[in-house]
């Protein structure tokens, strides 16, 4: 084979892969709920398991206490572009809700707490920023990959689940909050 009809095999197989990835975009990129990945700790339906959180000022702060609202739980990293992508939808639905019973706790997997401290200096967030350097927080939720989000409902019942980002000032998200509250 020459090096000419080489360099055409590789051309094709780089154009023909790249129409193929960008005809079904919305395959590859449909963020990933319940049914692609189910998690046997948080049942829909189910009250979700205690958490012990520590906010950024070292304080801890327990689940319960936060009974009586609908409450999101995102777990996010300063260093998972689909968290920080998601980040202004959540700020703006929390803006949306935060009168009407809402509250979002937002818990860092960061390994060091000083890239959270840093991160927030660039960003400001309304909502509870919490740190869980040692996954402990996590491995309790079974958390398998970022951003992951679950939704209680007042009673502390999971509602809704997601894995990857979304936007949470629209869609199904968004309607899911509203309905709970």
């Given at each position: ?86 980040m202004p939808s959540l700020v703006s639905v929390y ?67 997601v894995f990857g980002g979304h936007d949470w000032d ?12």
């Amino acid at each position: 084979m020459n090096r000419q009809t080489f360099f055409l095999i590789v051309l094709f197989l780089v154009v023909g892969g790249a129409a193929y990835f960008y005809l079904n975009r919305e395959i590859i990129n449909k963020p990933k709920t319940e049914l692609d990945y189910p998690n046997p700790i948080l049942k829909v339906g189910g009250i979700a398991p205690p958490l012990n959180l520590q906010d950024i000022e070292g304080k801890i702060h327990h689940l319960e206490e936060y009974r009586g609202k609908v409450v999101l739980i995102n777990f996010w990293a300063t260093w998972c572009p689909p968290c920080l992508i998601e980040m202004p939808s959540l700020v703006s639905v929390y803006k949306q809700f935060k009168d009407k019973g809402f509250e979002i706790l937002a818990i860092n997997l960061d390994e060091n707490p000083k890239a959270v401290h840093e991160f927030l200096k660039s960003i400001e967030l309304p909502f509870k920023i919490f740190i869980d350097p040692q996954g402990t927080t996590a491995q309790s939720y079974l958390v398998y990959g970022l951003p992951y989000t679950v939704l209680l409902d007042r009673v502390g019942k999971v509602q809704f689940k997601v894995f990857g980002g979304h936007d949470w000032d629209r869609g199904e998200p968004f309607e899911k909050i509203k309905s709970l509250l």
